[in-house]
């Protein structure tokens, strides 16, 4: 299984920017698949998640910010964070993930990441004041 983001970059408060993450290799019919972020110093944090059924969970902290959604229409499974209201507080190591479970758990779990099996490399956002 291959998890590949992309989209991340510089970008002033207020502005926006789209997350993409490719999911290859991944055969189960049945996942959940998020957005997690991790700022410096600071420990990893779901941002939001979906599942194969289209529902989705969003952080306190993002919601009616961002925005999760998918496209399993192709042999290749996206995943996509349209960020939009950018805060320097929302500058971050953005990471895509996936799990095998049919529903996702809830997003405020303890140890949500743990449940995670799959993770991609991370893409950069930094948000300038």
């Known amino acids: 299984v291959r998890l590949e983001e992309s989209g991340g970059g510089s970008v002033q408060a207020g502005g926006s920017l789209r997350l993409s993450c490719a999911v290859s290799?991944?055969?189960?019919?049945?996942?959940?698949i998020g957005w997690f972020r991790q700022a410096p110093g600071k420990e990893r944090e779901a941002v939001a998640t979906i599942d194969r059924h289209g529902r989705t969970s969003s952080a306190d902290s993002v919601k009616g910010r961002f925005t999760i959604s998918q496209d399993n229409a192709k042999n290749t499974l996206y995943l996509y964070l349209q960020m939009n209201s950018l805060k320097p507080e929302d500058t971050a190591m953005y990471y895509c993930?996936?799990?095998?479970?049919?529903?996702?758990?809830?997003?405020?779990?303890?140890?949500?990441?743990?449940?995670?099996?799959?993770w991609g490399q991370g893409t950069q956002v930094t948000v300038s004041s």
């Open positions: 993930a996936a799990m095998g479970w049919s529903i996702c758990p809830p997003i405020d779990s303890d140890y949500l990441d743990s449940r995670f099996a799959y």
């Open positions: 290799g991944y055969s189960d019919s049945s996942y959940c």
